[in-house]
């Protein structure tokens, strides 16, 4: 299994990012999926879920609102969208299965700047 994540970046408060989660050897389609970031000196937390329905979802409260996690069956790949940015959602993000397996990929990078 093979998890690749990108679109990571610098934005001002207020912007915009996506995140894609590339997935290689696994159907993401049959499996629960996440979005997990893991802060400076934090521990790594939950940020969104999708289920295998591609409908049900779930997010942290920090986030809801403003995060929008979906799917895309045909090529195999989850996204992130992140809205109205703010600092203290920089971190690393990554995608995996929910709850999660080890298959923790390089993660992509979130700056945001005030």
């Known amino acids: 299994v093979q998890l690749v994540e990108s679109g990571g970046g610098l934005v001002q408060a207020g912007g915009s990012l996506r995140l894609s989660c590339a997935a290689s050897?696994?159907?993401?389609?049959?499996?629960?999926m996440g979005w997990y970031r893991q802060a400076p000196g934090k521990q790594r937390e939950l940020v969104a879920g999708?289920?295998?329905?591609?409908?049900?979802?779930n997010y942290a409260g920090s986030v809801k609102g403003r995060f929008t996690i979906s799917r895309d069956n045909a090529k195999n790949t989850m996204y992130l969208q992140m809205n109205s940015l703010k600092p203290e959602d920089t971190a690393v993000y990554y995608c995996?299965?929910?709850?999660?397996?080890?298959?923790w990929g390089q993660g992509t990078h979130v700056t945001v700047s005030s």
């Open positions: 050897g696994i159907t993401l389609r049959f499996n629960a």
């Open positions: 995996n299965t929910y709850p999660p397996r080890s298959y």
């Open positions: 999708i289920f295998s329905n591609g409908v049900s979802t």
